[in-house]
């Protein structure tokens, strides 16, 4: 076993351990779901203002970038089945 694995093992194992911890008090588990979910709705939150002051400025947003991606994937796909046509006739 190479020095790296045993390291992940290692690190896995502390880290379950301390969660085992953490969750082991139910009133300490049940105020870390409660964190973890004002966390996530702040992150929801800062994501729309930052989308809505980066179409202010004219940036793409990483959402544009998206969108543009599975833009370009279907006209990639519909080319191919073009050339495909073109080449059968």
């Known amino acids: 076993m190479s020095i790296t694995s045993r390291l992940k093992e290692r690190v896995m194992g502390v880290g379950q351990k301390a969660m085992e911890r953490l969750f082991a008090d139910e009133k300490r588990a049940q105020k870390v779901v409660e964190v973890i979910g004002k966390a996530q709705q702040a992150k929801k939150s800062v994501d729309s203002a930052q989308r809505v002051v ?9 959402q544009d970038f998206k969108d ?22």
């Not at 543009?68 to 006739?89: P, V, W, Y």
Request: aromatic share 6%.
């Open 54 to 62: 980066m179409h202010q400025f004219n940036f793409a947003t990483k």
């Open 68 to 89: 543009l991606g599975k833009q370009l994937s279907g006209l990639k796909k519909r080319l191919r089945s073009l050339d495909e046509k073109i080449a059968a006739l």
